[in-house]
């Protein structure tokens, strides 16, 4: 099993920045894949950003240039800092665990980010 807490979400204005995190805690394997997804409203879940453990990222499309994604190993935590917040950035954004040579997927309990325009 593994945990996620994450932490950081709020209510911001369109331009801000603001900074996620996401400690893992448990059965964590070495090589693993931390990430981010987001889901507004009525919408499906999108991936904003991923890390492997050796430090290799991916971006969603519409974050790139924006987000930069990044962990420390040793504290099995995986941050992402946004900037140049949108209104449609506005979602739950939920931290994402997967080892690499499982199937299995954790989920964090998700946090609110609100963009104001």
């Known amino acids: 099993q593994v945990q996620l807490v994450e932490s950081g979400g709020g209510l911001v204005q369109a331009g801000d920045s603001l900074r996620l995190s996401c400690a893992a805690s448990g059965s964590i394997a070495r090589f693993n894949v931390l990430g981010w997804y987001r889901q507004a409203p009525g919408k499906q879940r999108e991936l904003v950003a991923l890390?492997?453990?050796?430090?290799?990222?991916n971006y969603g499309d519409s974050v790139k240039g924006r987000f930069t994604i990044s962990r420390d190993n040793a504290k099995n935590t995986v941050y992402l800092q946004m900037s140049s917040l949108k209104p449609e950035d506005t979602a739950v954004y939920y931290c994402?665990?997967?080892?690499?040579?499982?199937?299995?997927?954790?989920w964090g309990q998700g946090t609110q980010i609100t963009v104001s325009s």
């Open positions: 994402n665990y997967k080892g690499s040579f499982t199937e299995l997927v954790y």
């Open positions: 890390v492997t453990s050796a430090g290799s990222t």
